[in-house]
């Protein structure tokens, strides 16, 4: 067994495995949804179609919801390196901590500070300054998710380093910053956001089409998100592909873990090109127990060749092979998700072209449209399946073929290790809990409580009363408020 | 021989720098944040949900943005000084696991608070209850770092053979429970004081005079500023007494300037408490905030050249010349924008409130 999986060592992964999948599960929708409720409002301000705001202000709702849970669970993120992997956030400071430090000033604070004029800043701010605001949270958010996968990326292939006086000392920013991994692993990331998105706004729409409630409505944001489907769910199957053969370049020891791949050679000295369905995997034994295995395909993918040479498991010291149950197996479940979500995509457009694409219609299509409400919940699991290849298949590194895991865990008991993760446990799961009980009560509310846009900038209801903070004892009223357009 | 100095002045310049904006993005935090936790512990003695409710509604647009200034003071601690980060974090683990928890409870019980109905009473007890852990247990790792901790090169955890692994990096080398000493629990009431203080002020300045709120929050802010009063005194004095390293500046050659300054802390706060009994309820807020901007700074000096006392400086906690050098010439900049949109976002979002009107339009 490598040192990696034994107990304390183990332990300290599971603490922070708890702590970014929970927290994976809300960023994605904010930068996500962020770009989707942008061209949202640009539609309703260029068309002033009254529908685009109800469906803005409808899923912003949702969007508010899903940003507190994840800044509840991302703080926790920032010091979390520092406080169980102490030793590898002193030895990655010079190139990984700059990152982070990067994303903190540039992307993070760049979100929250735009965020609150989002959210609230509806009547307060002009028109104009509000779609301002909410492009500047779709470009701070998604420059979020590049820094940090700049830096996890670096974690799995750190060019541009060298190793000094135990630090990892930058020798070429350029190809540390756009690392191997980093070229497909972003886009890989950032096309899942939005296509997680997209299946949100999808599934609740055929959710309102089913119960018949605001089925116009719904089906008017239902078209242009399926055709968004069309474009972006084939185009992160290549994507993922294109990534994978990244994996199967730069960390052979990941892509065998997701493959089931053992043997590099049959018994009879012919190269092994069997591509693993299913399989029972033995890593101690070194080999699988059971498989289903078709000839050939492993090396159509990864060679592009009939009977191109994979490299499996055997060619590596035992202490280096990472573990393979989880990343086989999520591989598998994100690749038929990935594909799952394409025949949705596929499905609804078909039945589109042959002109069902409104109410009456596709109520005559139920399985259509209970299909399209469950892909909402799938991208969540794709995406938890993809970060455990990435993170798992990388053991027992902590920055490939440099670092182990084991050398970057803090000083701290097991008891320590214990408590954090009981104590994430009840908290993570409360946000979630709490978080989804208030998606589906947002929900089931629905979209006819939501005031007509022309109230915004006129009725205040009791705010005449209020007076400014900064002005002692004069009490101008809150309609008069300085505004950034004109016309106030 | 000439260029090696050179470069160690350069970083020895530019790890100075980033030990000042740290000092000033904890002191954002401090400042900023400070009067929004205190508004929370206030809301512990709340006797309805429509007040607390209220009292959350007051800090909604910016208290996502007040918060973000101690994860930008995690990330600059991290870009800047990662030896500090990688060891004072594992050193801190207990006390920021469960400030965290606190920061947790209050940013979900905000979105949530709105929504409930029958869980309203859960949700204002969250927001209270993490509002007070987490300026206490933020005081607790504030008075453990004053204090230093033990340290050790080689692999870092315990019970785990090395394999053959070195390291000159010096890690944490203490236990679990040695952030706790009577001073750190001492330090953690006073953050629970100083954070109770700027609430009041803050809602004093943020609520109609007249209104309920208004009016608790007004003896409470009474109350509060003679209890931070003894605080300083207290923190003062024991500081005094156990640091060497505070005791000699403080009565070194440059005696006189501490005692300026001290001068210059108490005429804030005299400031902060005249204008608060005549009801200028901003004004009295921005004289409390600049006692914290003074006694932070204070702080800071009487630190230096430590970042940790007795245990890290300044210079060799700061990362490699090169990644000083790339860090000073991206982010630097970044700072004064920083500061102008979120001061853009507060004032957006200044005004009186009632506890009426507030809770109706949260």
């Known amino acids: 067994m490598i040192i990696e999986n034994s107990l304390p060592v183990l332990l300290s992964r599971l603490d922070f495995a708890w702590i970014t999948s ?202 242009p998100t399926l055709l968004a489907l069309l474009i972006v769910a084939p185009l992160q199957i290549y994507i993922g592909d294109s990534a994978g053969k990244d994996v199967a370049d730069t960390q052979p020891t990941s892509l065998a873990a997701m493959e089931g791949h053992f043997h590099t050679y049959l018994p009879d000295g012919k190269p092994n090109t069997s591509w693993n369905l299913i399989a029972i995997p033995d890593v101690e034994a070194g080999k699988n127990l059971f498989s289903i295995q078709i000839p050939h395909v492993l090396s159509l993918l990864e060679t592009h060749t009939w009977d191109g040479v994979v490299k499996g498991m055997d060619q590596y010291p035992v202490n280096e092979r990472p573990d393979v149950w989880v990343p086989f197996y ?24 042959r002109g069902r694409m409104n109410a009456s219609e596709l109520r005559k299509h139920p399985w259509f449209l209970r299909a399209v409400v469950f892909s909402g919940f799938l991208p969540f699991l794709a995406i938890w399946g993809g970060w455990w290849v990435r993170e798992i298949g990388r053991q027992p590194w902590v920055v490939f073929g440099l670092m182990r895991t084991y050398e970057g865990v803090s000083n701290m008991s097991m008891a320590q290790e214990i408590v954090w993760f009981v104590g994430y446990i009840i908290f993570e799961l409360v946000v979630w809990s709490g978080a989804w009980y208030f998606f589906s009560r947002v929900i089931q509310k629905g979209v006819d409580d939501i005031p007509h846009s022309d109230t915004l900038f006129h009725d205040h209801g009791e705010d005449h009363d209020a007076a400014q903070a900064g002005g002692g004892h004069v009490a101008p009223t809150f309609a008069h408020k300085p505004m950034m357009h004109s016309d106030r | 021989m000439e260029l090696s100095s050179d470069i160690v002045r350069i970083v ?79 050193f801190l683990m207990i006390p920021l696991m469960i400030a965290l928890w606190g920061i947790i409870s209050r940013a979900v019980a905000f979105e949530f608070h709105i929504h409930a109905r029958s869980s309203k009473r859960l949700w204002g007890w969250a927001f209270a209850i993490g509002s007070l852990t987490a300026p206490f247990f933020a005081g607790v790792s504030l008075g453990a770092v004053l204090q230093g901790f033990p340290m050790k090169s080689g692999i ?142 204070a702080m800071w000096a009487t630190m230096f050249p430590y970042i940790v006392p007795g245990t890290w400086t300044v210079h060799a906690a700061s990362n490699p010349a090169n990644s000083m050098a790339v860090f000073t010439l991206f982010m630097t900049g970044f700072v004064p924008v920083m500061i102008m949109y979120n001061w853009y976002q507060i004032w957006v979002f200044r005004g009186r409130f009632t506890k009426k009107s507030v809770y109706g339009a949260h």
């Not at chain 1, 190809?175 to 997680?196: Q, R």
């Not at chain 2, 409710?53 to 007051?58: D, L, N, T």
Request: with cysteine; glycine share 10%.
């Open chain 1, 22 to 223: 929970m927290h994976i599960l809300w960023t994605p929708m904010t930068i996500g949804m962020s770009w989707l409720l942008f061209f949202m409002e640009l539609a309703w301000l260029k068309s002033g179609d009254e529908r685009w705001y109800k469906l803005n202000r409808f899923f912003e709702k949702i969007f508010i919801i899903n940003f507190g849970a994840g800044v509840a669970t991302g703080v926790t993120m920032e010091m979390a390196f520092g406080i169980l992997y102490g030793p590898f956030s002193q030895a990655v400071g010079p190139f990984f901590g700059n990152i982070l430090g990067f994303e903190t000033i540039t992307a993070f604070m760049y979100e929250a500070g735009f965020i609150g004029l989002m959210v609230f800043g509806w009547g307060k701010i002009s028109k104009g300054m509000h779609l301002f605001a909410t492009l500047n949270v779709g470009i701070s958010s998604s420059l979020s998710a590049m820094w940090i996968l700049v830096a996890n990326s670096w974690m799995q292939t750190p060019n541009g380093v060298v190793l000094k006086d135990g630090l990892f000392q930058v020798s070429n920013w350029w190809h540390a910053i756009l690392n191997d991994n980093f070229i497909w692993g972003f886009p890989h990331m950032w096309v899942a956001t939005v296509e997680l998105a997209l299946f949100v706004f999808a599934s609740v729409s055929a959710w309102f089409v089913l119960k018949n409630r605001n089925a116009d409505l719904f089906i008017k944001l239902l078209k």
């Open chain 2, 156 to 297: 870092a955890m315990s019970g785990i053979a090395s394999r053959g692994f070195t390291t000159p990096v010096m890690h944490y080398a203490g236990g679990a429970m040695n952030f706790l000493t009577p001073f750190s629990i001492w330090t953690g009431f006073g953050a629970v004081i100083a954070a109770g203080l700027a609430g009041g002020l803050f809602l004093c300045a943020r609520f109609l005079p007249g209104d309920v709120i208004h009016e608790r929050a007004k003896s409470w802010t009474n109350l509060f500023s003679y209890l931070a009063l003894i605080a300083i005194v207290i923190t003062l004095v024991w500081s005094y007494a156990i640091f060497p390293w505070a005791a000699a500046k403080w009565t070194g050659p440059n005696w006189w300037i501490w005692a300026i300054w001290f001068v210059i802390v108490l005429f804030f706060a005299f400031k902060s408490m005249t204008n608060h009994s005549m009801q200028h309820d901003f004004t009295a807020l921005l004289w409390g905030e600049g006692v914290v901007v003074l006694l932070w700074a």
């Open chain 1, 330 to 353: 999520a591989f598998r479940v994100m690749v038929a998700i990935g594909f799952a979500l394409f025949f949705v995509a596929i499905w609804g457009n078909w039945l589109r072209m």
């Open chain 2, 12 to 90: 020895s310049a530019l790890s100075t720098w980033w030990w000042m904006i740290l000092g000033l993005m904890f002191l954002l935090y401090i400042a900023l944040d400070g009067a929004d936790l205190g508004a929370g512990i206030f809301a512990l003695f709340s006797k309805d949900e429509e007040e607390r409710g209220a009292i959350m509604a007051s800090m909604a647009g910016f208290w996502d943005g007040n918060e973000t200034w101690l994860v930008v003071a995690g990330g600059v601690l991290f870009g800047a000084f990662p030896l500090v980060y990688g060891s004072a974090f594992n």
